[in-house]
């Protein structure tokens, strides 16, 4: 589809074990954002990529978090050693590149740490 | 650095009612203003933005939203709700940059609006 695409739709996992999470931005699209949402909450921020601009990290809540982009593509979110307080929906968005415009969501990734 | 803040956690109606959310916004720096819905188990849908220009936006699904300078916000508003309006609405402020960059958007807690029959 056109749209951004993330996978898995769900995870669980057992705490300790890593996982990774998978965004495919709308083609074209320069930027593109994770967001952490838990249960009853809003959207977190965690992390942002401008085409080959050094990311902006600022957002992610520790050293277990990190995220790596290929180009203009495809972006993975990994946590390592899940703990519970991991679980939430992980939210991928992209954008198009200079001017502005609205992001762009996927549908989330649900990740369950049990 | 910038913040959002919407007032109300949870706002129930009946249908047809009128509705108004609250946003407001800090940023030492000009920006630009969206709201967003979530719909049960969906991911995030634009409902309008304010770039430049007019104050008064107007949005998909009826809905518009006035930015106020000076008061710093952004109030989300329809005149008659629907049952299909029940979702999660959240406001996002991005602080305007020089040389057209896009930076990220910061949103608030959210606002869950509820409407009855």
């Known amino acids: 589809g056109a749209g951004v695409s993330q996978s898995p739709s769900n995870k669980v996992t057992e705490k300790g074990k890593d996982v990774e999470l998978r965004c495919d931005p709308i083609s074209g699209h320069t930027a593109l954002y994770w967001y952490r949402q838990r249960l009853g909450q809003g959207l977190e921020f965690l992390i942002y990529f401008q085409g080959n601009s050094a990311p902006d990290k600022s957002g992610l809540p520790s050293d277990r978090f990190s995220a790596e982009r290929t180009g203009e593509s495809v972006s993975t979110l990994t946590i390592q050693r899940t703990q519970q307080e991991d679980s939430a929906v992980y939210l991928c968005?992209?954008?198009?590149?200079?001017?502005?415009?609205?992001?762009?969501f996927g549908q989330g990734t649900r990740l369950t740490v049990v | 650095a910038q913040s959002v803040t919407q007032l109300d956690s949870q706002v129930p109606v009946f249908e047809e009612a009128p509705v108004e959310l609250r946003c407001n916004y800090s940023?030492?720096?000009?920006?630009?203003l969206f709201w967003y819905v979530q719909y049960p188990n969906q991911g995030l849908q634009l409902l309008l933005k304010?770039?430049?220009?007019?104050?008064l936006v107007k949005g998909i699904n009826g809905f518009e939203a006035e930015f106020n300078k000076s008061q710093t916000s952004f109030h989300l508003r329809k005149p008659s709700v629907h049952i299909s309006d029940t979702a999660e609405y959240f406001c996002a402020v991005s602080a305007i940059r020089g040389g057209g960059s896009n930076y990220k958007l910061t949103f608030g807690k959210g606002t869950l609006l509820t409407v009855n029959p």
């Open positions: 968005a992209s954008r198009p590149g200079r001017g502005f415009t609205e992001a762009f």
């Open positions: 304010y770039l430049s220009g007019s104050t």
């Open positions: 940023s030492s720096v000009s920006v630009y």
